[in-house]
């Protein structure tokens, strides 16, 4: 046989398989930002033996590595490199995660530097990509007294950035609050005539894989009922233009909008369904709208909890 045909045909399969992983649904996505802080690598896989298809590690600030990011950058390069061969062979492929509610002002620095720097990491670190958790935004979509304009470029310009660092073939999501988004042009959403997130992924749609929206923290009211979540934001939450339905009718699709909920009553302020309801939801939602992108969860625990509530959503 050609082995040079072989190894060049071993090669391209290897690059472009994250990308295949990444084309399932329902898309099954964990953030880990505590786990074994000593062998890291355990609680990546056991996540991936859990069922996990998309595991996220928490969190690359503006500043720097912190939490149990850092915990795997400390592991040695074949102690990494198994890791990851292992997630692949399941199925699952692992992200940095940039930002996070504590990363309290990353919109100082230069987004397009910013994001190159994350996207050289993530490649060193054998990592599949990027997720952007961008929050602390102001209504009307405008953070540090800039303009709206100037805010959606930030979030698209450290997009294109971890593309180009990464060199190409990376995975890139983002972590929205369901507020951020709305109709372009309505004037009684809390993001404002701009859209919000929906202007954001329209300029780079492209290279956007999909997006973990965060329906949780925004009120004990909201999202916390099928018509919420799915079908009405203003009618428990007061915040129109934000479930699964309204945003797809604002134009993103329905295979980029996983759903993103508390895994434990105590890993968000407000927010949390039970798994079992969870499960009944998506089955409608999954045949009355045609939704089918799948579950995020916060956060990840090694204590068995995190695999029961994946394996109730999708038994």
């Not at 987004?111 to 720097?117: L, S, T």
């Not at 329209?202 to 004990?220: A, E, V």
């Not at 993103?252 to 996983?258: A, E, G, L, R, Y």
Request: one cysteine or more; hydrophobic letters at 35%.
């Amino acid at each position: 046989p050609d082995m040079k045909a072989i190894i060049s045909t071993f090669v391209i399969l290897a690059t472009i398989l994250p990308c295949f992983i990444f084309a399932q649904e329902p898309r099954k996505v964990i953030y880990i930002d505590d786990g074994n802080w000593n062998s890291p690598q355990d609680s990546i896989v056991g996540a991936a033996d859990a069922g996990f298809n998309v595991i996220i590690l928490a969190f690359y600030m503006h500043t720097g590595p912190s939490d149990f990011l850092q915990a795997w950058e400390g592991q040695s390069d074949d102690v990494k490199q198994n890791a990851v061969n292992k997630l692949h062979a399941l199925g699952a492929s692992l992200l940095v995660s940039f930002g996070g509610g504590a990363d309290g002002n990353p919109y100082t620095v230069d987004a397009y530097n910013m994001g190159y720097q994350v996207g050289q990491y993530a490649k060193q670190q054998y990592c599949d990509g990027v997720d952007f958790d961008l929050e602390n935004f102001d209504q009307g979509f405008t953070v540090n007294g800039h303009s709206t304009e100037w805010t959606i470029h930030w979030c698209q310009n450290i997009t294109r950035g971890a593309s180009d660092g990464f060199g190409g073939g990376a995975i890139l999501t983002h972590a929205p609050q369901s507020p951020y988004f709305g109709p372009i042009g309505a004037t009684n959403t809390w993001a404002g005539p701009s859209g919000g997130y929906t202007a954001v992924y329209n300029g780079i749609s492209d290279i956007i894989t999909f997006l973990n929206i965060q329906f949780y923290n925004q009120g004990s009211d909201c999202y916390n009922t099928y018509d919420s979540l799915f079908l009405d934001g203003n009618g428990n939450c007061g915040l129109p233009g934000t479930s699964v339905n309204e945003i797809q009718q604002a134009g993103i699709p329905f295979d980029v909008i996983v759903v993103g909920k508390p895994v434990h009553s105590g890993d968000a302020g407000d927010g949390y369904v039970d798994p079992n309801t969870l499960h009944n939801w998506f089955m409608t939602a999954n045949s009355s709208l045609g939704w089918n992108a799948g579950i995020m969860g916060w956060e990840w625990t090694d204590d068995g909890t995190t695999a029961s509530w994946l394996s109730a959503i999708y038994p």
